[in-house]
Structure formats: C-alpha cells, structure tokens
C-alpha cells in the first residue's frame, strides 16, 4: 500500500509553518507544500474552503484534515501520526 500524500498549506512568514516542515523533515516524510505567498487570495479562499480556517500551516495526509502546527504534535505525541503517514487509521 501507498502512503497517503502529505499536503502542507504554509507561508514563508509563518513560525509554525516552519515547525510542522520540521517535523515532517524529522520524521522523513516527503510532502507537497502550497505556499500562501505566491497566490495568497487564491490559496487562502482553497484553504477556508476545505477547512473553515484561515490559518497556516494546514496540513492534510490523504484526505484527513490534521489542522496546524499544534494539532500535528499533539497527533506525533499521541503516537497517531505515523499510523496516518502508514495510511492505517
């Protein structure tokens, strides 16, 4: 089975945007980033569209919502992460 697709909503401005690179970098997790800089009203409607926020980063694996940065830790924390980076639920 394939690991799901990671996607990362960001901004080159963003601390926590940044923190979430970095622990998917850590964990040696390839993924797609979209960066609000480059198409920022376009991006930014996507974002609220999909997710009701209009913060980043939003980080997506396969088609679960995982939220931001803290929402991202807390799941590695809990351990839950690497079973939806694996594609198990």
Same mark, same amino acid.
């Given at each position: 089975?394939?690991?799901?697709?990671?996607?990362?909503?960001?901004?080159?401005?963003?601390?926590?945007?940044?923190?979430?690179?970095?622990?998917?970098?850590?964990?040696?997790?390839?993924? &797609?980033?979209?960066?609000l800089?480059l198409?920022? %009203?376009e991006?930014a409607?996507?974002?609220a569209? *999909?997710? $009701?926020?209009?913060?980043?980063?939003?980080?997506?694996?396969? &088609?679960?919502?995982?939220?931001?940065?803290?929402? %991202?830790?807390?799941?590695?924390?809990?351990?839950? *992460?690497? $079973?939806?980076?694996?594609?198990?639920?």
């Amino acid at each position: 089975m394939m690991p799901p697709k990671v996607l990362l909503y960001s901004s080159s401005f963003c601390s926590y945007c940044s923190a979430a690179k970095s622990l998917l970098r850590d964990k040696g997790v390839e993924f &797609e980033e979209i960066n609000l800089d480059l198409r920022p %009203l376009e991006v930014a409607e996507r974002i609220a569209q *999909l997710t $009701g926020q209009t913060t980043v980063p939003q980080v997506f694996i396969g &088609e679960r919502h995982v939220g931001g940065y803290t929402d %991202l830790k807390a799941a590695n924390d809990r351990g839950d *992460l690497d $079973g939806w980076l694996a594609g198990v639920e």
